[in-house]
């Protein structure tokens, strides 16, 4: 068995033939059996089995992270294997990728798995009228071709070293051909567990596969129940009184608490997520680059990481390559809070003071409603006045995000600088925050096309080290930090030393890579 490291993948090169092999580590010391009780957060009563409209851990833990699979996997150490694929190879130019496709899977209801369910299901992203954050990595295809009942054939329109990590993406599940609709409205999937109950918004129960490729790889517990609780202080309680096993997104606040219960340990990752105020820079007044400017001069970034996240974090630089990314700029010069270049920049916009208004939510992240009261009193002293709109924890991303001028979200990352550019930083992709285009920067733009083709790491470095400097300087999200993944889990659980970091809860893969210890 082979993994390949995304530094590897592209030291090597594209063309260097089969590029990864199926499979995931043993786990000699994990066991079948049990039950695993989650309280999570990020559920909505408008949750369902549609990938593309997944945004948040409860339906990537239910959906990617149990019930389907995709592609490729991002394992906990950051390598990448095959999922439904087995492994892949490309073209010197990176534009032509061919996946040789797992044999012998069958989807829950029978039907086998094979190279149409792969291309039926891609196509769902840009199909008319489709709202999926995938479709920019969709639409970059110009051809899928099935060679056989097992590979398929993939032309893109520019070369990208990173598609098979792309291929991985947690909207990026497979479905059966002809059958969509139905697996949608049911949840059927290849994946570990099969659906035996799902109230939107509420639980999700779900059973052991018999008989799963990834026997005795993957998929220890004998069922799993995933319950909505969007309450950090309901999820605490749940967890110490024991209706849950494990949770995500503890309250740094009331940390001390868990560590006190001995049948409680807490689990903290270091990793890409990070908390930010993005602004819409098609509206006045984040249309002007000084406006931005100043909002970034006048925000304590220290404060934050001290206050909110009690120091499990460190200070962002408004730019979304984190730590745990290839090519994130350590050294790139600080934004620090100086309320006298706030007010410059102001003056540089032709304004005395401004007025604006910070919709946040403690949905967006743990603490934003008190981080964006933290900026109000600081953003103060350089002439900005900011009113905080507390706005309802339900419906914020469907009614806030993407809609209101300035708000408070959170991103987890991507485990490639160009997926997290291309995902939420290109021109006209859905879930660009900021609404940052070509008129804000050709050369952003155009460096973001031409790193994604370019093998060389030596100049793909520079281009993204560019990138972050503009962002830094010119971007419309202020990102002042980056916050580690702290969840609590019984000590019944069992997890492996290594935990992934690209998202929360393993990568939401615990139903797959947990166990009863």
């Known amino acids: 068995m082979t993994r390949i490291s995304r530094r590897g993948l592209l030291q090597s090169g594209a063309a260097a033939g089969v590029l990864a092999a199926s499979g995931l580590p043993l786990r000699a010391q994990a066991s079948r059996g049990g039950r695993l009780r989650a309280g999570l957060s990020g559920a909505n009563t408008s949750d369902s089995w549609d990938g593309r409209t997944h945004s948040d851990l409860y339906m990537i833990a239910s959906a990617q992270g149990a019930v389907f699979d995709s592609l490729t996997e991002v394992n906990a150490d950051g390598s990448l294997t095959g999922e439904l694929a087995t492994d892949w190879d490309a073209s010197p130019d990176a534009k032509v990728w061919t996946f040789n496709l797992r044999q012998g899977v069958t989807f829950h209801n029978g039907k086998p798995f094979g190279a149409d369910d792969v291309i039926e299901s891609l196509q769902l992203h840009i199909a008319e009228g489709a709202k999926s954050a995938a479709q920019p990595i969709v639409a970059a295809i110009t051809e899928m071709k099935k060679i056989t009942d097992h590979q398929v054939q993939f032309t893109l329109e520019a070369g990208n070293a990173d598609f098979p990590y792309l291929m991985s993406d947690y909207h990026l599940l497979i479905y059966p051909a002809g059958q969509i609709e139905e697996a949608i409205a049911k949840g059927i999937g290849t994946g570990l567990y099969k659906v035996e109950a799902f109230e939107p918004g509420v639980r999700m129960v779900a059973s052991r596969v018999d008989g ?13 129940e995933y319950i909505a609780i969007n309450d950090n202080t309901a999820r605490m309680n749940a967890l110490m009184t024991g209706q849950v096993d494990a949770i995500n997104r503890i309250d740094f606040k009331t940390e001390a608490l868990l560590k006190a219960n001995p049948m409680v340990r807490i689990q903290e990752v270091t990793g890409n997520q990070q908390y930010t105020f993005p602004m819409l820079t098609n509206i006045a007044p984040f249309n002007d680059v000084n406006v931005r400017k100043a909002l970034k001069y006048g925000v304590n970034r220290q404060e934050m990481v001290d206050k909110i996240l009690l120091g499990h974090g460190r200070v962002g630089n408004d730019t979304p390559i984190g730590p745990a990314n290839q090519y994130f700029h350590s050294e790139m010069e600080q934004i620090t809070y100086d309320p006298d270049r706030a007010k410059f920049h102001l003056k540089e916009a032709g304004l005395d003071s ?31 006045n900011i009113n905080v709109v507390q706005e309802p924890a339900d419906g914020y991303w469907s009614n806030v995000w993407l809609k209101k001028a300035w708000c408070a979200c959170y991103w987890s990352g991507r485990a490639t600088e160009d997926w997290m550019f291309s995902t ?84 939401g893969r615990m139903a797959e890579r947990w166990w009863m210890g």
């Open 424 to 507: 939420a930083y290109e021109a006209g992709v859905p879930w660009n925050d900021s609404q940052w285009d070509r008129d804000d920067s050709p050369r952003f733009q155009d460096l973001l096309i031409e790193a994604r083709a370019e093998l060389d790491s030596n100049k793909r470095r520079e281009m993204y080290f560019e990138m972050q400097e503009i962002l830094r300087d010119d971007g419309g999200v202020v990102l002042p930090m980056f916050a580690n993944y702290v969840q609590a889990l019984s000590t019944k659980i069992a997890t492996s030393e290594t935990v992934g970091n690209l998202w929360q809860m393993d990568n």
């Open 354 to 384: 401004l007025d604006v208004d910070l919709s946040a939510s403690n949905a967006a992240f743990e603490g934003a409603v008190d981080a964006a009261q933290l900026y109000q009193a600081s953003a103060k002293a350089g002439g900005v």
């Open 212 to 224: 799963h490729y990834k026997d005795g790889n993957a998929g220890w517990f004998d069922e799993i």
